[in-house]
């Protein structure tokens, strides 16, 4: 290896890292984003199954 | 079409990591007694003053979650400590295919490399808790008191060039005080290659932080979601 391929090596190695932990990043957010709108929306019925009726009528959707 | 902020820091950040390589790759004349490989210290420096600078904000973080028991801190301590991992690593990577050339070796048990080789070490036992420890309060408050302890190894580190016999190059502060770069383009170099890898770094950790919060909010969710339908089923 001359030193050209040394300077070549670390800056390549400092990029690919940094993209793929971008790529890693934009992933956990996509998954996580997911779960929470699945959680939410699972949090929001059984609150609302919950709830006492206003007008004495039964919840019904 | 409106821009967010984010979208213009990160165009920035790219405006400024392209300045940066054409400056190593073209403005900066080369070393005289290192060569080519020589340009690596551009981006070494910086890796390394960012990883500092993640892992200290880590530490700042962890006491005052310590200190204020608020979620926020130790999401903010994570992401900077992670942040951090990932440019302690590039620091090791990017001095071993220095020292290869230079020295005519990959690794030697010089004081700075140990010192950073146990920093790095320390930050890895972190994150293992983290991913390994389950999502609680008590692993959270271990976390935060590893990541203080470990930040003590930062001016050892600093310092380690000037306190044993090594041969590290002490480049930006010599042993006489004064800095090693000669040519001002060297100077002007490393001051844009700093500026670009602070703001990529710091791009970088306000998307791993975002990734945090969501996860926080969705144990939170969770636990709510549990204590409702125990609720529901006529648990007391």
Known sequence: MNHLSYLFAAYSIIFLAVFLYIILLWRRQAQLEAELLRLEEEVRELVRKMAPPEDGRPNVT | ?236
């Open chain 2, 1 to 236: 079409m409106r821009l967010s902020l984010t979208t213009a820091f990160a165009a920035a950040t790219c405006v400024l990591v392209l300045a940066a390589l054409f400056m190593v790759f073209v403005y900066v004349p080369t070393e005289a007694t290192q060569g080519i490989v020589q340009r690596i210290f551009y981006f070494h420096v910086p890796c390394a003053w960012v990883a500092f600078l993640g892992f200290g904000l880590g530490a700042i973080a962890g006491a005052f979650y310590l200190f204020f028991a608020q979620q926020v801190w130790d999401d903010i301590g994570y992401s900077a400590v992670e942040v951090g991992m990932l440019f302690c690593t590039l620091v090791l990577i990017t001095g071993s295919l220095w020292a290869k050339p230079i020295w005519g070796t990959w690794w030697t048990w010089d004081s700075r490399l140990t010192t950073t080789f146990i920093l790095w070490l320390l930050y890895a036992g972190y994150l293992l808790l983290r991913v390994i420890g389950e999502e609680s309060e008590r692993v959270a408050r271990l976390a935060a008191v590893v990541a203080i302890v470990a930040v003590l190894d930062i001016p050892l580190i600093v310092i380690s060039v000037r306190l044993w016999r090594t041969i590290h190059p002490a480049v930006l502060v010599t042993r006489s005080g004064e800095h090693g770069l000669e040519d001002p383009r060297m100077l002007q170099t490393l001051a844009v290659s700093m500026l670009a890898v602070s703001a990529l770094s710091a791009w970088l950790f306000w998307m791993r932080l975002k990734t945090v919060r969501a996860r926080s909010r969705l144990f939170q969710l969770r636990r709510v979601l549990a204590a409702t339908q125990a609720l529901r089923n006529g648990a007391p």
